[in-house]
């Protein structure tokens, strides 16, 4: 993040917290569903190749992927942004990383500071929402921030079974950590989300909080996302419509540090990203 000046990160907290945030839920809604639909448009397309090259150095880097929703070709620029993979993800341990981002907060559930918001002080649990309250203090908090460039899919950490799932409507603050740089989880906090616990085979507990943020109209649950369903790790389990974040809540303690891009389907205790 050394690449974000101060003043910048000032501006982007004051404009998200003081000015976007000052507007209804509804409305930021709105406004995030119209923006989105450009996305959305047969002329979007031709906005890959630019992205592709600004971001990755290579302007056929969309090649590498495969259309999102099982499209043959890539007709929207989201498209790009819910992309597959070419091969089924390769998982080869117990517990991994769900998504891709970057780590922007980690630590034990007892030792993450409580987080003002709007002049009330909450604990992290409560971006969990009814599962909260159930977490034990010793269990890891990790939030990934998924960047517009990243891999917008979320897929299960460990096979088992889901346990509940809750949504829980909010607002559509700016998710950028930078621009909340003491704080970078306070927008868990007011967001919509879309809480999922599950419970591995071992009989752990996993906690995940899909959080939606500006511009991202849409989480889309995978069919497997249902009380009492099982789902194997590295299965697809929801996605995002452009950027956004992920919270977790687990028994294994992330081996990465924070600061540092995370790979989806990399086992969670060891150091090295793939």
Known sequence: MAFHSATAYKVLGFLSLNLWGRLSASVQRVISATISRLYETRFSRFMIGPYCLWQFGSWFHYRQFVPGGGKNRYETFQDFFTR????????????????????????????????????EVKNLRTVFGGSGPEIPNDYHFINVFLHNKNYHHIHSPV????????????????????????????PALTNERVNVSLQ??????????????????????????????????????????????????SPVPPAIPAGIWVSVGHPLHQHKPS
């Open 159 to 186: 096979s088992g079974v889901v346990k509940s799932v809750e949504h829980i409507p909010g607002e559509l603050l700016l998710l950028r950590p930078w621009a909340y740089r003491k704080t970078p989880s306070l």
């Open 200 to 249: 591995d085979d071992q009989d752990q507990k996993w906690y995940l909080s899909i959080v939606g943020g500006p511009m991202v109209a849409t989480i889309n649950r995978g069919p497997g996302l249902k009380e009492g369903q099982r789902v194997t790790v590295g299965e697809k389990i929801a996605s995002f419509r452009l950027g956004s974040t992920l919270c977790m809540v």
């Open 84 to 119: 597959d993979f070419v091969s089924p993800l390769s998982v080869s341990d117990k517990g991994i990383w769900p998504c891709e981002g970057f780590l922007c907060e980690k630590g034990k559930v007892s030792e993450i500071p409580r987080v003002k918001v709007k002049g």
